[in-house]
């Protein structure tokens, strides 16, 4: 049975040696990503699967347009903590936090 690779090869300086081409390590990038803080409006901190409401009417582009009050339930963080996403009538939508309030 043939060996195989289940990581891209630019990642396979990391896989060797630990580090990412820029230095930093899989626990310093963690680190990173768990400093971040997601606030609502109110600045109430956010943790994935929360469930928060829609505090102003949005348009959507491409999509319905969401009313003021509409519940997003399980919501999930992004990379930036100014977004969350969440899914509002079947759609999967990034939404910014300070248009939401924690429930």
Excluded: C, H, P
């Excluded at 060797?16 to 930093?24: A, I, K, L, Q």
């Excluded at 899989?26 to 400093?35: A, G, H, I, P, R």
């Excluded at 009417?57 to 339930?73: C, R, S, Y």
């Amino acid at each position: 049975m043939a060996k195989e690779k289940f990581f891209e090869d630019s990642n396979e300086e990391w896989w060797n040696t630990g580090e990412f081409s820029d230095g930093e390590t899989l626990k310093e990038k963690e680190s990173v990503e768990e400093t971040l803080v997601f606030k609502d409006s109110n600045g109430v901190t956010l943790q994935a699967g929360d469930t928060v409401t829609i505090i102003k009417g949005l348009k959507v582009k491409g999509g319905k347009d969401i009313k003021q009050g509409t519940t997003v339930k399980n919501i999930r963080l992004t990379d930036d903590s100014a977004y969350v996403e969440g899914k509002v009538d079947g759609s999967v939508i990034v939404i910014k936090t300070e248009f939401v309030k924690k429930n």
